[in-house]
């Protein structure tokens, strides 16, 4: 909801941190989701924000005319109503701009406080007779991650032609994943983790099941078979910015970016090269050349490798051929700032590991930094000119933004023997 421009897709980045949530801000997203303390999908994935952070995310994201959405999307015990009684009250003082959903106490809950409701895929929405059930709710319903876009623009083209809306007065808006990790389960609904650890994935405590390697024993025979080149039950990861376009005409109004867990220049990057598709389509110069570049840069950040999912029809399949990322690059921690000297646009940091040379790619992340990438292009090692600084040495080099202690810095590698794990 609240799109600036209509004719545009919001783009809805996560943030799992101040540093995501700042990388969010700074690469041009629509609006923002997060989860505080437990109750929500990444309850383990991610730092996750305190009841406090509230008004600081709200803050942060007004002054960018960023949307604020809080997850509390997981299953809710009687035992949890309490404290979800009072993130609700807490996220309306905060002037949060929606909560998303899944229970129907809590979206009783959101409703009578007064806040904005969107539906969570965890209620695995799948045709139109329910989403308008859910429109006398919600204003925003993220559908099931099964669908194709000829399922969702069904959907799309019946809100229209009966114009259905929500609380709010506004036509129902849809959104869809489109990006990130996806799961074996319906809608993200798994019990391996549960039954194997007592680790709920659906309280936001996933253990990562199906990311694993397995054997495959002959009950009869007792012959074991090993899956080759395959993890059978871990999925590429979702990518849609090469078909943004066919996206864009199934009428979804919300694209939302999956990576809570994940770190901010992941986020940078998605957010970066999403926000550049969609504004292309926006201005009618979408185009494959476009395409190759986005799909690098995706590539660059931590990834499974990249598939469609089910938005073209196709069936199951794609499964990951490695465990862990696929990053054709990684970073390599080389140390902390240390003091910013704002007239002279400097940056000093403590060099605590490995060397940093000019002509080196960087990355600095923090709190209120976020994720800035650059190159190295002239350096000070302790206060003299050079080419290469060394653990213990001292390091400025010109920044034109503010850095703080509590920032980190890393050079940006390429990742060895990528090429093997695709």
Known sequence: MGLINKNKIELMAPAGNFESLQAALDNGADSVYFGVEQLNMRARASINFTIDDLKEISKRCKAKSVRTYLTLNTIIYDHDLTIVKTLI?????????AIIVMDQAVIAMARAAG????ISTQINITNFETLKFYAMFADTIVLSRELSLRQVKKITQQIEKEQVKGPSGRLIEIE????GALCMAV???CYMSLHTYNSSANR???????RKKYTVIDQESGIEMEIDNEYIMSPKDLCTIDILDQVADAGI?????EGRGRAPEYVAKVIKAYREAIDSIADANFNKDKVIVWMQELGKVYNRGFWNGYYLGQKLGEWSKGSGSHATQKKVYIGKGVHYFPKAKIGEFK???YDISIGDTILITGPTTGAKEMKITEMFVNDKKGEKAQRGDSLTFPLDFRIRPSDKLYKIVATENVAEKI
Do not use: T
């Not at 009250?89 to 701009?97: G, Y």
């Not at 806040?115 to 969107?118: A, F, I, K, S, T």
């Not at 936001?204 to 199906?210: E, I, L, S, V």
């Open 253 to 257: 109004k919300v694209l939302k970016i």
């Open 89 to 97: 009250n807490k996220a309306k003082e905060a002037d949060i701009s």
């Open 115 to 118: 806040m904005e409701v969107h």
């Open 204 to 210: 936001g405590a996933c253990k990562q099941n199906c």
């Open 176 to 179: 869809i994943f489109g990006h």
């Open 351 to 353: 060099i605590e590991a």
């Open 187 to 189: 809608s993200g609904k």
